[in-house]
């Protein structure tokens, strides 16, 4: 799993790529040529706009096995936490031997499920908050 950074020369120069990237465009790298299909265009965004930005990208594949510790790091939480959650059965995995094992995908629908129920929740207190009339009224 490498992260990849852009210096900002390197940022500037992929701002103009991503200007002509576009369905039927041709990406010539040394002697190959390559035709842009709507879905390469839409997955070389998807992957070359936060790096033009600036953000650190980093590159798992779906069916790849996290330790523990890498899980956790792209949560953002430690990984005694991410254990609990484990153990409650939360997000998916497996042991191999002593490890735990965390299926890229598993942990992407964890993620998922947790932004949606976060936006359930933050739907559901600002109905309440305009039924009380605490909104803000212009």
């Known amino acids: 799993m490498a ?5 900002q020369t390197q940022q500037e120069n992929l ?6 990237i576009h369905p039927q465009a041709r ?7 390559l035709e842009i299909t709507p879905a390469l265009a839409e997955v070389l965004r998807a992957y070359l706009e936060p790096l033009a930005r600036g953000e650190v990208v980093q590159v798992i594949p779906l069916e790849a096995e996290l330790t523990t510790q890498e899980a956790a790091d792209l949560l953002g939480v ?7 959650l484990l153990e ?18 598993d942990l992407l629908a964890y993620i998922k499920q ?3 129920k976060g936006q359930e ?3 559901a ?5 305009q039924a009380l009339g605490l909104g803000y009224q212009p």
């Open 88 to 105: 409650k059965g939360q997000i998916a995995h497996r042991k191999v031997g002593t490890h735990r094992r965390i299926r890229a995908k």
């Open 125 to 129: 207190l600002i109905q309440e908050d």
């Open 27 to 33: 990406l010539r790298v040394g002697e190959v040529t």
């Open 78 to 84: 430690s990984r005694p936490y991410l254990i609990r």
């Open 3 to 7: 992260r990849v950074y852009l210096p």
């Open 15 to 20: 701002r103009t790529l991503l200007q002509n």
């Open 114 to 116: 947790s932004q949606e």
């Open 121 to 123: 929740i933050l739907d």
